[in-house]
């Protein structure tokens, strides 16, 4: 039997992430991934070799945001082992039947202009929002980067500048009540309150949803922060696709020591006396671990499935019954659809130019469209009769992903992952079939076709992925990637439990990372990060105190040297 100082489930970024800073410190780490493959929800593949070979896909995570609020890349010395971000600019492209557009470029001054030639109110007022985000921004990256529970943690990652983004929002009473009321009200109502105009609103709203909630859903107003972070840190994507990311993490993991199994499919987390001490997996095998097992699956697949109940019983009595019916789960999920294409889509009506493609290109006719894309999902109904979605066509920012002259086209479509009315019928009972995918797919393509008419006959191939599947593909609950709700009840030091919450478990020696924990879904690499700064906490207290204390110090003289 073999034995390692820490295993952990599953090798998704964020597992790779936590085993590489494990490593950084001596332990000896094994990771078991049951795919054929590294990368959880970020790979890069080639879905259809047959069909299309040389064209390569982001089957989930594409445009990287989050991972540049946080120094995982820095420390990790990722660029060292390939790593090469491409950032893109301009960022959003969002066409109007009207004939109008939003453009967004990295820069707000560039934004504003484009607004301009069709709003100068609107212009003006965007400035003001995207600033206002951009403090709030400043605000949250010491959340972020730091465990939920430690505010010695989070208060060390405040400089001057982080500082005075905080003091700039709460500096008076009053102040400090109207940001948490904007923080208590929904998109929608920000949005209304900042514009007029239709063709900006619709975009800004159809971002904010992409935390996976309507625009109207109280208590969401955060979700507008998803357009200022195109503006600043910025929109990129690794060259090669999302995996390339993966793979320079495997690569830093591998050169550490660290050692991944694929393959690997684990069925129980094994306790003894009250302690995780190995797992074992669906052909009999064992691992055992002499200091902790950490997982990167969804809390209610870990604890419902992968522990014996009388160990989580015997933790925790209560356990069981909260992780499955306090955490919520709501019934939104992907459908994905990813093309070759033999030329590059063509938004003829909209003073079409390939680089406006570069970043996002976002469907959104109007706030309400956006609205029922979301609402929609949630009661069952798939949203067909005027689709809104987000599309990307990665070959423009980066041509290696598809033979010389071709493209790509990768489409996020929010569809219900139970369809109402179909229950027990098609895939895991949820009603999904081949042939209803397809038809959904057509209706999507079709919609995309009625700005990009050139798209429906240079189409090459197509892969279309349903909820279900990606349920069963990457081992997450209900189709959900972000794994729970990214609601405001679950997020910080309520994701996905507040007993759950700091990546500890009340069984000793299992932790969490992944998604399913703080600061939630995103190709950020800050869970895996957070985890292992926890689980050393918890392994070597004396020692990280003192390592904690000397990054506080450096980086408040780093801050006073920078201000001086």
Same mark, same amino acid.
């Given at each position: 039997?073999?034995?390692?100082?820490?295993?952990?489930?599953?090798?998704?970024?964020?597992?790779?992430?936590?085993?590489?800073?494990?490593?950084?410190?001596?332990?000896?780490?094994?990771?078991?991934?049951?795919?054929?493959?590294?990368? @959880?929800?970020?790979?890069?593949?080639?879905?259809? $070799?047959?069909?299309?070979?040389?064209?390569?896909?982001?089957?989930?995570?594409?445009?990287?945001?989050?991972?540049?609020?946080?120094?995982?890349?820095?420390?990790?010395?990722?660029?060292? =082992?390939?790593?090469? *971000?491409?950032?893109?600019? !301009?960022?959003?492209?969002?066409?109007? !039947?009207?004939?109008?557009?939003?453009?967004?470029?990295?820069?707000?001054?560039?934004?504003?202009?484009?607004?301009?030639?069709?709003?100068?109110?609107?212009?003006?007022? *965007?400035?003001?929002? #995207?600033?206002?985000?951009?403090?709030?921004?400043?605000?949250?990256?010491?959340?972020?980067?730091?465990?939920?529970?430690?505010?010695?943690?989070?208060?060390?990652?405040?400089?001057?500048?982080?500082?005075?983004?905080?003091?700039?929002?709460?500096?008076?009473?009053?102040?400090?009540?109207?940001?948490?009321?904007?923080?208590?009200?929904?998109?929608?109502?920000?949005?209304?309150?900042?514009?007029?105009?239709?063709?900006?609103?619709? !975009?800004?709203?159809? +971002?904010?949803?992409?935390?996976?909630?309507?625009?109207?859903?109280?208590?969401?107003?955060?979700?507008?922060?998803?357009?200022?972070?195109?503006?600043?840190?910025?929109?990129?994507?690794?060259?090669?696709?999302? @995996?390339?990311?993966?793979?320079?993490?495997?690569?830093?993991?591998?050169?550490?020591?660290?050692?991944?199994?694929?393959?690997?499919?684990?069925?129980?987390?094994?306790?003894?006396?009250?302690?995780?001490?190995?797992?074992?997996?669906?052909?009999?095998?064992?691992?055992?671990?002499?200091? &902790?097992?950490?997982?990167?699956?969804?809390?209610?697949?870990? /604890?419902?499935?992968?522990?014996?109940?009388?160990?989580?019983? #015997?933790?925790? $009595?209560? +356990?069981?019954?909260?992780?499955?019916?306090?955490?919520?789960?709501?019934?939104?999920?992907?459908?994905?659809?990813?093309?070759?294409?033999?030329?590059?889509?063509?938004?003829?009506?909209?003073?079409?130019?390939?680089?406006?493609?570069?970043?996002?290109?976002?469907?959104?006719?109007?706030?309400?469209?956006?609205?029922?894309?979301? %609402?929609?999902?949630?009661?069952?109904?798939?949203?067909?009769?005027?689709?809104?979605?987000?599309?990307?066509?990665?070959?423009?920012?980066?041509?290696?992903?598809?033979?010389?002259?071709?493209?790509?086209?990768?489409?996020?479509?929010?569809?219900?992952?139970?369809?109402?009315?179909?229950? @027990?019928?098609?895939?895991?009972?949820?009603?999904?079939?081949?042939?209803?995918?397809?038809?959904?797919?057509?209706?999507?393509?079709?919609?995309?076709?009625?700005?990009?008419?050139?798209?429906?006959?240079?189409?090459? #191939?197509?892969?279309?992925?349903?909820?279900?599947?990606?349920?069963?593909?990457?081992?997450?609950?209900?189709?959900? *990637?972000?794994?729970?709700?990214?609601? /405001?009840?679950?997020?910080?030091?309520?994701?996905?439990?507040?007993?759950?919450?700091? =990546?500890? %478990?009340?069984?000793? &020696?299992?932790?969490?990372?992944? #998604?399913?924990?703080?600061?939630?879904?995103?190709?950020?690499?800050?869970? @895996?990060?957070?985890?292992?700064?926890?689980?050393?906490?918890?392994?070597?207290?004396?020692?990280?105190?003192?390592?904690?204390?000397?990054?506080?110090?450096?980086?408040?003289?780093?801050?006073?040297?920078?201000?001086?």
């Amino acid at each position: 039997m073999e034995t390692y100082d820490v295993v952990l489930i599953g090798a998704g970024h964020n597992s790779l992430v936590c085993a590489a800073y494990l490593l950084k410190v001596g332990y000896s780490v094994l990771l078991l991934e049951k795919n054929s493959i590294p990368g @959880g929800a970020a790979t890069t593949e080639e879905l259809m $070799p047959d069909e299309a070979p040389g064209f390569k896909f982001n089957p989930c995570a594409i445009d990287h945001i989050f991972i540049h609020l946080g120094p995982v890349v820095q420390e990790l010395e990722l660029n060292k =082992y390939g790593l090469e *971000y491409l950032f893109c600019d !301009p960022v959003v492209f969002c066409p109007h !039947p009207d004939g109008k557009y939003f453009l967004a470029h990295r820069s707000v001054e560039k934004t504003c202009a484009e607004i301009a030639r069709f709003s100068p109110r609107d212009a003006q007022k *965007y400035a003001e929002f #995207a600033e206002f985000w951009q403090r709030v921004v400043g605000m949250l990256i010491p959340i972020f980067n730091a465990p939920p529970k430690s505010v010695v943690d989070m208060l060390g990652n405040y400089d001057l500048n982080k500082l005075n983004d905080v003091f700039s929002l709460i500096g008076s009473s009053d102040k400090t009540l109207d940001l948490i009321r904007t923080m208590f009200t929904s998109p929608m109502d920000l949005i209304n309150e900042y514009f007029d105009s239709e063709f900006l609103k619709a !975009p800004l709203a159809r +971002l904010a949803a992409e935390l996976s909630t309507p625009p109207s859903q109280k208590n969401m107003a955060v979700g507008s922060i998803m357009m200022t972070l195109r503006h600043n840190p910025g929109m990129a994507r690794p060259r090669g696709g999302t @995996g390339a990311l993966s793979k320079a993490l495997v690569r830093c993991v591998q050169d550490l020591g660290g050692i991944i199994r694929t393959e690997q499919d684990v069925q129980k987390v094994l306790v003894d006396e009250g302690r995780a001490v190995g797992v074992r997996l669906a052909n009999g095998k064992e691992y055992r671990a002499k200091d &902790g097992v950490i997982s990167s699956l969804d809390a209610q697949r870990l /604890f419902l499935k992968l522990v014996d109940p009388k160990d989580v019983d #015997a933790a925790n $009595p209560e +356990l069981r019954e909260r992780v499955d019916r306090r955490i919520t789960n709501h019934n939104e999920a992907i459908l994905k659809i990813d093309c070759a294409l033999s030329e590059p889509p063509r938004f003829i009506h909209h003073q079409h130019r390939d680089e406006n493609m570069m970043g996002a290109v976002l469907i959104a006719d109007s706030v309400a469209q956006v609205e029922l894309a979301h %609402t929609d999902p949630n009661i069952g109904r798939i949203p067909l009769e005027d689709p809104s979605m987000y599309a990307v066509v990665p070959t423009i920012r980066d041509p290696s992903m598809a033979p010389e002259g071709k493209h790509t086209l990768w489409i996020e479509y929010f569809v219900p992952y139970q369809i109402a009315g179909a229950e @027990g019928t098609g895939l895991n009972g949820t009603g999904w079939t081949e042939e209803l995918k397809n038809k959904v797919a057509d209706r999507v393509l079709a919609k995309f076709a009625d700005y990009a008419p050139n798209v429906s006959s240079s189409i090459i #191939a197509r892969h279309i992925e349903s909820p279900p599947e990606l349920e069963r593909r990457i081992g997450v609950t209900k189709g959900n *990637y972000y794994h729970l709700d990214m609601t /405001f009840d679950q997020m910080m030091f309520f994701r996905p439990l507040p007993e759950l919450a700091n =990546y500890k %478990t009340p069984i000793e &020696g299992l932790f969490l990372t992944g #998604a399913g924990t703080h600061p939630g879904g995103s190709i950020s690499g800050l869970p @895996g990060r957070n985890c292992a700064r926890v689980f050393l906490q918890t392994q070597r207290p004396l020692v990280q105190a003192l390592t904690d204390a000397g990054e506080m110090i450096k980086s408040t003289a780093s801050s006073l040297f920078n201000l001086s």
